[in-house]
């Protein structure tokens, strides 16, 4: 197979335990072959045997170059907006106020479920597009707007079918226990048995690579969650959840147990969640999207994570309700000024441990061996891309080894 060779760059390789800040390699150069990386490491080292075989070269023109980025906490696929109920936020009504006048969570589902297939692949592309404009080259998408089997179902779908058609890596989750639809009012525990199936039958089409659960007070119980995340792992699926965001169920330690890949928002999580966390591997991802949208006032505990050395991802948490955002560049610099990363973790929580809290060990660092998904930055260091805000300096993105 022919190799691809390409330098004149700094790389930002965000290898764990380098010696310089980033993983930064000056004057670096990387070889592809087909969707993988070949070689990397400074320009000046590499083989004279793999440079021979590269039939072509690429002048990165000094640009800085680091892993694709990764949306690890996503709910893209969806219909309709919901900006009547941010006029309402904005007059008081808390997210709970709103949910209980049968807005939220509810709202969107009568509108993804009135929208056919074809509609929702519309709507969800533009917003994908806008991710991908900022280099986004693996994302999750969760489905959760459904909550039946046939429109779960359809939400999956959708998700499967822009991966293929925009050329991005798409990881779907299913959240059927995201919340109780009004059908099932009053009978919670019936509509966890539903959730099982849908599950079951979802998995078997193929369908499903993860499962959520949103365990809160104005969804489901720690018990309730327990069922999903048993009937998961009977299925050999892996689980993460929406933990511990507007108040401390204890959601964290229980997906722990589970060995989630992540748990999600965490502003009231407690230290024994956190130790949860540390041992069982679970990745912290923030969402400071939604803690900014939402006008939140509790951090999520970042010292106590750093203490416990707890991975820390980053994520946009697109949705209607919470977190309309389509910029991950964006999520980087609110990392930064609302929960205090820095950039060099705001970075990493974009791409290593973003694709940790994905279960994906061959991208998110730019080494050998790894998926050839990275991105060309008119920058000449990498904590420009959280320092500038609204700026996209994304010059090139190449996925699988080719220019996207």
């Not at 929208?115 to 969760?142: D, F, N, P």
């Not at 489905?143 to 179902?153: A, H, N, R, T």
């Amino acid at each position: 197979m022919s190799l691809t060779f390409w330098n004149n760059c700094n790389l930002a390789t965000m290898r764990a335990g380098a010696v310089m800040p980033y993983g930064l390699i000056p004057d670096g150069a990387l070889v592809v072959e087909g969707q993988t990386l070949r070689w990397v490491g400074p320009r000046t080292e590499v083989p004279a045997d793999l440079l021979e075989r590269c039939t072509t070269q690429h002048d990165a023109g000094g640009a800085l170059i680091t892993p694709g980025l990764i949306d690890c906490h996503t709910h893209l696929v969806y219909g309709g907006d919901r900006a009547h109920e941010f006029e309402m936020r904005l007059q008081g009504a808390s997210y709970e106020d709103i949910a209980a006048q049968g807005g939220g969570i509810a709202s969107t589902l009568l509108a993804t479920r009135n929208a056919r297939a074809e509609e929702l692949k519309a709507q969800s592309s533009v917003r994908l597009q806008q991710l991908l404009k900022e280099g986004v080259t693996t994302l999750e998408i969760k489905s959760g707007y459904g909550l039946s089997l046939m429109d779960e179902g359809k939400m999956l779908e959708v998700a499967r079918d822009l991966g293929q058609e925009h050329r991005v890596s798409v990881r779907t989750t299913f959240l059927g226990a995201h919340a109780v639809p009004a059908s099932f009012a009053g009978r919670a525990d019936a509509y966890i048995d539903e959730v099982v199936g849908m599950l079951r039958e979802l998995h078997r089409e193929g369908l499903v690579d993860a499962v959520d659960a949103f365990c809160e007070r104005i969804a489901f119980s720690p018990a309730q969650v327990a069922r999903v995340f048993e009937a998961a792992s009977a299925l050999n699926l892996p689980v993460k959840l929406h933990a511990e965001q507007l108040s401390d169920s204890g959601g964290a330690a229980l997906a722990a147990s589970f060995g989630a890949l992540s748990c999600d928002h965490l502003e009231w999580l407690s230290e024994e969640g956190a130790v949860a966390m540390a041992q069982a591997g679970s990745v912290a991802v923030l969402l400071p999207g939604a803690f900014y949208f939402l006008r939140e006032t509790r951090l999520p505990p970042i010292e106590l994570l750093r203490r416990l050395n707890v991975p820390i991802a980053v994520s946009t948490d697109c949705n209607p309700g919470s977190s309309p955002c389509t910029s991950l560049l964006l999520m980087l610099n609110m990392a930064c000024t609302l929960f205090r990363l820095t950039p060099e973790e705001a970075l990493v929580g974009v791409t290593r441990h973003a694709a940790q809290a994905l279960g994906l060990a061959d991208r998110g660092v730019l080494a050998t061996g790894h998926r050839a998904d990275f991105v060309l930055w008119n920058v000449k260091h990498p904590a420009q891309l959280s320092y500038a805000l609204g700026a996209n300096p994304c010059r090139e993105v190449v996925f699988e080894g080719q220019v996207r």
